[in-house]
C-alpha cells in the first residue's frame, strides 16, 4: 500500500445517481503521506512499529496538486491511504463542507461541518460549494491534523481548488445543497436484513467489548494478538454472532498514547454513542460505518447486524487500520454460525496460474498519454 498499491472502487446506484453530484463532479479524493530519499526512492520510518508518518501529502498520488473547479457544487469521494496518518481537512475560507456519506452509503440527513477527522481506510463523501467564488480565486484544503500525528512543516496543506470560469452543460451537477437523502432502504433491506440506520439498542442480542492497547510492546485487542489465533489454530474467536443478529459493540481505546481506526469486516454499523462529544456520535459520522475512530481514551459504540447473505457465514477480521499496528499484531477474528464454513484456509485453495504475462495490455483512459 505504502508503495502505491492501493485505490477507490466507486460504487454507484440508482438513489445517489438522483441526488448528489456525478460525472465531472463526482471527484475522488485518495489522500497519502510519504517520505522520500534524495534520490525519490520512498523511505521508510515506523518509529519502533508505532506508525509511518511522512512529511509530503500526496492526493491522487500528486503531491499538494491544484484542481481547476467550476462555480458548481462538487462531490468529493475522500479516502484516506495513509499507512498511519490521519487528517482533519478545512477550507481555508472557512466556509462549511457538507458531509452526504461515509463508508457504506449515505447518510439520512447531510451535515454542515467546518472539519471532520479521518482516519486510514475510512471514506468519507462530501460536497463543497464553489459557486460563492470568484474565477481565479484560490481555495485550500488544509490539514489541522490529529493528536499524536507526526506533523512537519507542510503537513497542514492537503490541496489548492482554483477556480475558473464556468462552461459546458452541466451535465452532472446539482442546484443545491440537500438537507436529505434516500437511499432506499440500504443493501441490508435487499437482502431482508434491517436498514443499518433503523437499528435500535432494543434489537441487539448480545453487548461486547473490543479494548484496543499497547501491552509489554505488543499491540493487542483484549489482551489477544494475530500469533494468539494462528496458534490456537484459527479457532480462537472474540464472538460468534448467529446470521442475521443484531449486536452492540463498545471499541475502547485503552492506550492513550495513540489512536485506533478500527475495521470490523462484514458489517456495516450505526454508531450511537461516544464518551466524547457529549455521548453522542460526531455531525460526520451519522451514516452507515465499517472503520470507526478511536482516538486516545476514547470508547465508540455501534450497533450491527451479521448479514451474510444466503448461504453465508464463517470468520471475519477486527484489525486497527494503522498498518504498522495491524502488522504487529492487533487483529482478532469472530464467526458468525459455524467457524468452519467458508473455512478461508481451504475453502478457495491456490491454484497455479499459467496465464501469459503479457495477456492483459494496459488500457489508457483518453487524454492520458500512454505510460502515464
Known amino acids: 500500500m505504502y508503495s502505491g498499491l492501493a485505490a477507490f472502487y466507486p460504487l454507484s446506484d440508482k438513489y445517489e445517481r438522483a441526488q448528489l453530484p456525478q460525472g465531472e463532479f463526482d471527484v475522488p479524493l485518495m489522500i497519502s503521506d510519504a517520505m522520500f530519499n534524495a534520490d525519490g526512492s ?56 457538507y458531509v452526504v456519506g461515509t463508508d457504506a452509503g449515505m447518510t439520512p440527513k447531510v451535515e454542515a461541518v467546518k472539519s471532520w477527522r479521518q482516519g486510514t481506510a475510512e471514506r468519507y463523501e462530501v460536497l463543497i460549494d464553489f459557486r460563492k467564488y470568484r474565477t481565479g480565486q484560490l481555495i485550500e484544503l488544509r490539514n489541522l491534523s490529529n493528536k499524536n500525528n507526526i506533523d512537519f512543516a507542510n503537513t497542514n496543506k492537503i490541496m489548492r481548488f482554483q477556480v475558473v470560469a464556468d462552461s459546458g452543460s452541466g451535465a452532472g451537477s446539482i442546484s443545491s445543497i440537500p438537507a436529505t437523502l434516500d437511499d432506499g432502504g440500504s443493501v441490508n433491506a435487499s437482502r431482508g436484513g434491517i436498514p443499518t440506520m433503523s437499528l435500535t439498542p432494543a434489537m441487539a442480542k448480545a453487548k461486547r467489548e473490543l479494548k484496543f492497547f499497547r501491552d509489554n510492546g505488543q499491540w493487542t485487542v483484549n489482551g489477544v494478538t494475530w500469533a494468539d489465533v494462528e496458534k490456537s489454530g484459527f479457532t480462537k474467536l472474540f464472538g460468534n454472532p448467529q446470521p442475521f443478529d443484531v449486536e452492540q459493540w463498545t471499541i475502547i481505546n485503552a492506550s492513550g498514547g495513540w489512536f485506533h481506526p478500527v475495521h470490523i469486516h462484514l458489517i456495516d454499523a450505526k454508531i450511537i454513542a461516544r464518551n466524547t462529544n457529549g455521548g453522542l456520535p460526531f455531525a460526520w459520522e451519522k451514516g452507515p460505518k465499517d472503520v470507526f475512530y478511536a482516538g486516545e481514551n476514547e470508547s465508540v459504540t455501534a450497533l450491527m447486524q451479521f448479514d451474510t447473505g444466503t448461504g453465508g457465514g464463517g470468520r471475519y477480521m477486527i484489525h486497527c487500520h494503522n498498518l504498522v499496528h495491524e502488522d504487529h499484531d492487533m487483529m482478532v477474528q469472530f464467526s458468525v454460525g459455524d467457524l468452519r464454513t467458508n473455512d478461508p484456509i481451504t475453502s478457495d485453495p491456490p491454484t497455479l496460474d499459467t496465464t501469459a504475462l503479457d495477456a492483459f495490455p494496459p488500457v489508457y483512459r483518453p487524454g492520458l498519454p500512454a505510460g502515464t
Do not use: C, E, H, Q
Open 42 to 97: 520512498l523511505a521508510y520510518n515506523d518509529n519502533d512499529v508505532k506508525g509511518l508518518w511522512g512529511d509530503i501529502i500526496m492526493v491522487n498520488g500528486v503531491p499538494w496538486p491544484t484542481m481547476k473547479v467550476k462555480p458548481r457544487i462538487y462531490r468529493f469521494r475522500v479516502l484516506d491511504a495513509s499507512i498511519s496518518r490521519s487528517y482533519r481537512p478545512t477550507l481555508s475560507t472557512g466556509d462549511p463542507i
